[in-house]
């Protein structure tokens, strides 16, 4: 909530979480700095992933334009640029931070691997899957977890109303296949196409 404290440019960060449960603020917000977002994705320093209003091929004819996340396209300046130290992240396995790195990362490495660009699946303020990628007519749902802990809701809510022939997870855990996905180690992320994961 903004009170009547100075904000002073240097040295106070604004951070605006769950903005979408509030239409009038996240209206107001689409023209913030509309042309510096299209300058940093023009320069190629952050990566424009859209939501898409159905899971369906073809990806790009769904997209909602006015709904997207931006990423650093390198997952070393946005630790640096939130200031986030090595030690939290190793050491601390409870570090928040984890979760958006870990997203950085991922869509970091699959941009390159299809064709179409990544997107992005949230029908409600409840229910999100991190990304969905196409591969050719195939639509593939993709969850990041940073740690061990692997449990989403939303990942297997979209399992079970999809039914996609393919689902992957990436996590600290080992390549395993199960029965309606695979998991893949994070550091494996850009090897999915020759470790056969996208079949």
């Known amino acids: ?3 009547e404290d100075k904000i002073l440019p240097e040295e106070h960060l604004i951070i605006f979480d769950e903005i979408q449960e509030c239409p009038e603020a996240l209206n107001t917000l689409k023209y913030f700095n509309e042309e510096a977002i299209e300058w940093l994705v023009s320069a190629g320093l952050v990566i424009r992933i859209y939501d ?3 899971p369906e091929h073809l990806l790009k004819a769904f997209e ?12 070393g300046l946005a630790k640096c640029s939130a200031e986030v130290t090595n ?3 190793i050491l601390n396995k409870d570090f928040q931070f984890k979760g958006p790195l870990t997203e950085n990362y991922t869509v970091q490495q699959l ?3 299809f064709d179409a660009s990544p997107h992005y699946y949230s029908p409600d303020r409840n229910y999100e899957v991190d990304f969905l990628l196409q591969n050719g007519m195939q639509i593939i749902p993709v969850e990041c977890k940073a740690g061990g802990n692997v449990t989403s809701a939303s990942f297997k809510r979209y399992r079970r109303e999809n039914n996609p022939e393919l689902a992957i997870r990436f996590s600290a855990l080992e390549y395993k296949k199960q029965e309606d996905m695979v998991n893949v180690p994070l550091y494996l992320a850009g090897q999915i196409k020759r470790l056969g994961a996208e079949k």
Request: charge should be positive.
């Open 52 to 54: 898409v209003t159905k």
């Open 111 to 113: 941009r390159t691997l």
């Open 64 to 75: 909602d334009l006015s709904s997207f996340k931006l990423f650093y396209f390198d997952v």
């Open 87 to 89: 030690e939290a992240i």
């Open 1 to 3: 909530m903004i009170r």
